[in-house]
């Protein structure tokens, strides 16, 4: 067995690989038994009842600390070595559960959100082959995929080399959280050398993404609202400010345009609404601004920021008001390297669990992936089971795909901490 596992190991992703075809037949057939091994060891029914109980917990963003307190039982049941990290968050400490293959190799993180946006809560229920529920697509379904790899792992031993890393934690969905907790996670040195991320993205692999923060600007003027024809003449105009800082802006957007990449899109500055006075005849003191800035990779999230604030001072000298600005960056930038090991094990599960690689894509929105890229940089896969309605009150997951990601998922673990035992018995 330790031989045939050490042919495992050794062999590296994809029919090209200059090997004999003897050598290469008996990889084969040993991935494919172990990949079948994984298959018939994934159980739907506790999958499922693992997703009902995720969702049936109410865990609006912020408030996530009894589906963590739930979890945390249901993985120390397991067997598994479960911490508890606060990491800024003390109402809903992040779940950390470790499954060690007792050898060294690489650590594979298994990473969730189970924070759901602020919205009416809709208990689980199965619809047919649909798991609904709050949660149910983003991401409690993907959680409960990634908990039922990590059982698969744990009961059938064969994890070769190194651990998996199973986290899960609050304060992702903006505007009520911006993945402060994970990110103090990764400061923290709670973090894997590479990363899974079961959000509902299923039929390409994202490779790069925009960064994206909100900001909120206020110009004021010293004095109060007042009738038009009473208003102080030293006074600024804070609606003619805002139309300076408007041109300003838009000039901005035309010029980071040209910084723009084939499949994330173009850097942007992007104004969603403007405020100022009540009625028509009086004296405003205020006009706000709203809006988003998006970047992409290279570039850093406090330099994103110090640009923006020094357009901001010019405007105030300009036209002479107070300027403030609120700024939150939502997630930074990601970029996936396509040679990294992670890759090039995920794919050759994926071609053996569904078929075929997938193809590469953009990132449409932001996720946990872009933490672990700025902070990092860490690489990081989004994919997770086919479903869909996330922020809405009709969400839904396939249950099907749901098996399908649990066994990629432990697959994929397999391959990739198995790469370390290679390399260390080659040593
Ligand atoms: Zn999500």
Known sequence: MRQVLALLLEQ??????????????????TFDAIAETLRRAVNRERLLETAVQLV???????????????????????????????????????VAAWLSSGRPGPTLQFNCHVDTVHLPFVPPAVQGKRLTGSGACDMKGGTACAIEAVRVLRQTGTLPAGRVLFTAHDLHEAPWGYGEQLDQLIRDGVVGEAVLIPEPLTDYLPTVGRGSATWKVTLSRPGLPIHEVMRPLDEPSVIAAGGVLIERLMAWNARLAERCDPQAGQESVFIGQIHSGEIFNQYPQQCWLEGTRRWLPGGKRDEVEREFRVLLDEVARQTGTTVTVEFHCIRDPFYLDLTHPLVTTFQECQRRTGGSELPLGPKPFVDDGNSFYGLGPIPAITHGPRAGGQHTIDEWADLDDMVRVAWLYALTAVRYCGRGAAESEAT
């Not at 090209?16 to 008996?26: D, E, H, I, V």
């Not at 009894?66 to 990290?85: F, I, K, N, W, Y």
């Open 12 to 29: 590296d992703a994809g029919p090209t690989r200059p090997c004999s075809s003897r050598w290469y037949n008996a990889c084969m057939d």
């Open 56 to 94: 049936e917990i109410p865990s609006r963003t912020g408030e996530a600390g009894a589906v963590l307190d739930r979890m945390a039982g249901m993985l120390a049941d397991e067997g598994l070595t479960v911490e508890r990290h606060v990491a800024g968050h003390p109402s809903a400490p992040a």
